[in-house]
């Protein structure tokens, strides 16, 4: 079972890192919507150490809209970024 469906708003946390992480610096702290829900994989924490049998968690496709990521984005209105992000990267956004 996922925790979140599509459709659900989420923010993705400003957490530091050491390592690996595939959580670009430009959409933490931001929130988005999920786009949709994707096959569970084995996370990069533990795949880039080749932990083949690593824990495996939901990957979600998450959509931001441009203009709340770059502060000086010159597109259009409804341009959108989508990153498709790990369970563990996401927390729930109160209504």
Request: glycine share 8%.
């Amino acid at each position: 079972m996922t925790t979140f469906v599509a459709g659900d708003p989420v923010r993705i946390p400003a957490l530091p890192t050491i390592g690996h992480s595939r959580v670009p610096e430009y959409v933490r702290g931001r929130v988005g919507s999920v786009e949709r829900v994707l096959t569970p994989f084995v996370i990069p924490e533990d795949d880039a150490w080749r932990r083949l049998d690593g824990r495996r968690e939901t990957l979600y496709r998450v959509r931001f809209p441009q203009r709340e990521l770059w502060p000086d984005y010159q597109g259009g209105v409804d341009d959108v970024l989508e990153i498709e992000i790990f369970e563990h990267w996401l927390e729930e956004v109160e209504a």
